[in-house]
């Protein structure tokens, strides 16, 4: 189902143990695919939807999600990619580091592999680059879910949260490194507020596993860059698919009324929102049953 030469004739991917990197103009991302896009059923071959998996950070990469969300496998092919700038993915340029070019690269990524109409998933600052992709380019999106995010990013309303949730020790490390990121306020950041991003708590080994850059996570979390900068409230009403908004009542950075904020301001989407009650900023750890159920309704509700 997927090409393997550009238009020059030229090949886009190169492949090392199964690794497979795609050329999108200026960076080769690194993509990871699971499950089978048709599926033999008596006399007919269907069509699985895709399910595209945009990670948080920036400076971590796709393994966050897995192998938790491989009991999707059976009702969508899943994409898994690493952002430009992060994990396995070619850095490029930083000056291209931008909620812009993440979101284009979303768009060229589904044109080089022939993707029409996908079901982008984005966490956190996944769910920025979603919302980045979904505003740029509408018409191309067949769902959208939009878990633990911001469209605007209130950062009085996150220290306040951390404040309540973590106490003073946490809201400063949060004030300082969010205000002002440097590779030690990252570390006390890391050490004081990361913690609170679970109830349950994370498996050591899944920052084990996973590829962190810090380049481009003090590039872009920012009040005063990037993320400070970043605004999707208007845009939102661009988009007409379909959308999944979720959210932890006790997320610490990304507090339940930014959820609110998203689900308001998609005012021509058919928008479904759903808050963890017993959750942070990780739902699909925190309460994997109802996450993954949720996230399994929505995906074969807007299959056609």
Request: proline share 6%; aromatic share 8%; glycine share 10%.
């Amino acid at each position: 189902m997927i090409g393997c030469a550009d238009a020059s004739g030229g090949d886009i991917f190169s492949k090392k143990k199964q690794q497979m990197r795609i050329d999108v103009g200026g960076a080769r991302l690194f993509v990871d695919i699971e499950g089978a896009g048709l599926v033999a059923e008596g006399a007919r071959m269907r069509e699985k939807p895709t399910l595209i998996l945009l990670h948080g950070g920036p400076g971590l990469d796709h393994t966050i999600y897995k192998p938790a969300f491989s009991r999707l496998a059976d009702v969508a092919q899943i994409i898994y990619v690493d952002h430009r700038g992060n994990g396995r993915s070619d850095d490029g340029d930083p000056a291209l580091w931008t909620l812009d070019q993440w979101g284009d690269d979303v768009d060229a990524l589904c044109r080089v592999l022939g993707i029409e109409k996908p079901i982008v998933y984005g966490a956190s600052f996944g769910g920025m680059v979603a919302q980045a992709y979904a505003t740029r380019h509408p018409d191309k999106v067949g769902g959208l879910i939009l878990a633990h995010t911001a469209a605007r990013v209130d950062f009085e309303e996150m220290f306040a949260t951390f404040l309540r949730l973590g106490g003073p020790g946490a809201e400063a490390a949060a004030r300082a490194y969010w205000t002002g990121p440097t590779p030690e306020r990252r570390l006390a950041y890391r050490d004081a507020c990361v913690p609170l991003y679970s109830l349950k708590g994370v498996d050591p080994d899944l920052w084990r596993r996973t590829i962190i850059k810090d380049p481009v996570a003090l590039h872009f979390n920012s009040a005063q860059r990037g993320l400070g900068q970043m605004d999707f409230r208007a845009a939102l009403a661009r988009v007409t698919c379909p959308v999944l908004v979720l959210s932890g009542r006790r997320d610490p950075v990304m507090p339940h009324a930014f959820a609110e904020i998203i689900a308001a301001s998609l005012t021509a989407a058919p928008v479904t929102s759903h808050v963890f009650e017993d959750a942070a900023h990780m739902p699909d750890i925190d309460a994997p049953d109802a996450f993954f159920a949720l996230l399994r309704t929505f995906i074969q509700g807007v299959t056609p």
